[in-house]
């Protein structure tokens, strides 16, 4: 009865070892490997296309107040720009006055709730976006000209500030 059992395993091995290396199993692991390569780089694009940031975001924190369209945000954002043509430098000051509510605004339709900027902006997590520690030091800038009515301003100094600001903005997909 032995016999039959190391007959059967053997043949049972000699049947595997066989199709291990016949020409079906490997045409049947080329066919394994270029499926996975497909769903792997599949993956990747849909991470890297519907921004899964703003997503996870959404999702974390319940926001359901994103807008749908940007055009409104871009023609705020520009006519806050315009000011920049001015050489009147109290221009300038409410520019950045301006932009800095506007970019208070945006992180709470982000889904970064707090009740005045630095809440809002503690809550992005460090290095999450490259213009995050430039628009803290702009808005320092800001404070300091809400606080000091002789603060003065260079045309350069404002158009600076609001890059920083603009970058930041791109950064959230505001503009």
Do not use: C
């Not at 703003?54 to 000011?83: H, P």
Request: proline fraction near 1%.
């Amino acid at each position: 009865m032995e016999d039959v059992f190391v007959t059967i395993w053997a043949a049972v091995q000699d049947g595997y070892f066989a199709f291990l290396h016949s020409r079906t199993f490997f045409v049947i692991k080329i066919f394994l490997v270029i499926y996975t390569t497909v769903l792997v780089v599949d993956v990747l694009l849909l991470a890297y296309l519907s921004d899964v940031r703003k997503q996870l975001r959404k999702l974390s924190r319940g926001v359901a107040n994103t807008k749908v369209s940007k055009k409104a945000d871009i023609r705020e954002w520009t006519s806050i720009m315009d000011r920049l043509n001015s050489k009147d430098e109290k221009q300038y000051r409410v520019a950045l006055l301006q932009a800095d509510q506007f970019v208070y605004k945006s992180l709470e339709t982000q889904g970064y709730n707090g009740t005045n900027f630095a809440e809002r902006i503690s809550q992005i997590p460090p290095n999450s976006y490259s213009a995050l520690e430039a628009a803290r030091d702009v808005h320092t800038l800001v404070t300091q000209i809400v606080r000091d009515n002789n603060f003065r301003i260079t045309k350069e100094q404002a158009q600076n500030a609001l890059g920083v600001y603009e970058k930041f903005l791109h950064n959230l997909d505001v503009l």
